[in-house]
């Protein structure tokens, strides 16, 4: 039998297994599965490994940073309820549940593969479909995030890509109310594990409507379905936020604190993470006295009073953090060299992508303009508050297709000219 590589190259068993085996093999032979032990494990899944233990230890939803401070919205509730399920079968804060909890996350990467490769097929082509997933399959950046972080760094890209998949199929295909309901149903998991994300969602039903409406079909039936499996996913942890602290919490409550560690006297377009509480004595004090939701209003009173009376500073500082999302934010205590490196590197990846993103955009190509919507709306409130370079990684799958499309639109370029120059 003649050994189909074209076939094989794009079987999703392949990507997937090849992907998945990578990374399990990196957390075994680099140990990322042993944390370090310091302010007591706090590293292993920061504030979700807390509520993880407290849902462990039969205490509920509750003390994101260890103390006894009661029940809390500070994460949202998917990944900290997979945390406490694995620490009370595994233990807590045990080698073997770290090594369950990234081999999951390494499972989560590694299904990413497919819908990058139908992403790719339906905008770009089968070639880039092909390149795409096998570079996310095997680059070693992807594996990083996979293996070093308990969080919901690989699960939420993977959610995001099949939102945008589906949005695809409802905005160029026709579709069946089974496709509505998906999207309501993906979109709901995604708001429950990074509501950040949701600042997609208007703009990716805005896309979804005049795609349809421009082709003659409805969409407003659609969405609000969509809209209503949503609501339903949410209703859940929105009714207990509501029974647990007696007034209106969407999802989570921690956006106060959030702002503050970006915006104030000494903000510098980073995170100011010497005012978290679990680094603070003053903010963990304050934080027990206050209570969860007093405490993160008093927060946004002080970010905002910042914002209101230095505007010039903090649209200076915006601008820092915008830099800072594309082209990697420094880390504390890195040499000037390492850094550089680093940065380089990054804001190389940005450049392919966002220049992939204008060929696009000048070619035409189907869901161009979805791609754009995404990479305009998503960062925006990182712009606000303070950048990482995983609060990329959500969108990286998208912005991997575009690098991707820009490379092979150059190579194909260069092809087409080689007969004329010999």
Request: glycine share 8%; charged share 15%.
């Amino acid at each position: 039998m003649i050994f189909d590589f074209r076939r094989r190259s794009t079987s999703f068993a392949a990507m997937v297994l090849v992907s998945f085996l990578l990374q399990v093999a990196a957390i075994a032979v680099f140990h990322t599965y042993k944390f370090r032990l310091a302010e007591n494990h706090f590293g292993f899944g920061w504030e979700m490994g807390r509520v993880g233990q407290a849902i462990a230890q039969g205490k509920g939803f509750s003390n994101p940073y260890g103390e006894q401070t009661g029940p809390t919205a500070w994460e949202p509730p998917l990944y900290p309820y997979l945390i406490g399920g694995v620490f009370r079968l595994f233990g807590i804060y045990s080698n073997t549940s770290a090594f369950l909890l990234l081999t999951i996350n390494s499972l989560f990467s590694a299904l990413t593969c497919i819908p990058i490769f139908l992403i790719a097929r339906r905008t770009m082509g089968e070639k880039v479909a092909v390149w795409s997933a096998w570079t996310w399959a095997l680059i070693p950046y992807v594996t990083y995030w996979s293996v070093h972080w308990i969080w919901d760094t690989t699960l939420s890209p993977l959610l995001l890509s099949l939102i945008f998949l589906t949005a695809l199929q409802l905005g160029e295909s026709p579709a069946s109310r089974r496709w509505w309901i998906q999207l309501g149903i993906l979109w709901g998991l995604l708001a429950l594990a990074n509501p950040s994300t949701l600042s997609f969602l208007p703009v990716c039903l805005l896309w979804i409507w005049y795609r349809r409406f421009a082709q003659g079909r409805g969409a407003i039936p659609g969405m609000v379905v969509a809209l209503v499996v949503m609501a339903a996913c949410l209703s859940p942890w929105l009714m207990r936020n509501f029974i647990t602290f007696g007034r209106f919490v969407f999802i989570r409550d921690d956006f106060g604190l959030q702002l503050r560690l970006g915006n104030g006297p000494y903000a510098d377009g980073l995170l100011m993470a010497y005012l978290q509480p679990n680094l603070n004595v003053y903010e963990m004090q304050r934080f027990r006295q206050l209570g969860e939701l007093r405490y993160a209003e008093e927060c946004k009173r002080q970010a905002f009073d910042f914002i209101r009376e230095h505007p010039g500073r903090f649209t200076l500082i915006s601008v820092k953090r915008f830099v800072y999302y594309w082209a990697g934010a420094p880390k504390p205590n890195e040499g000037p060299a390492l850094t550089a490196l680093r940065g380089s590197l990054f804001l190389a990846s940005s450049v392919l992508a966002l220049w992939g993103l204008g060929l696009a955009l000048r070619q035409r190509k189907s869901g161009a303009w979805l791609f754009a919507l995404l990479v305009l709306s998503y960062p925006t409130v990182y712009y606000l508050v303070y950048p990482h370079a995983r609060y990329r990684h959500t969108i990286e799958p998208e912005l991997l297709i575009l690098a991707v499309f820009l490379v092979s639109e150059a190579a194909s370029k260069r092809t087409r000219k080689q007969p004329l120059e010999d």
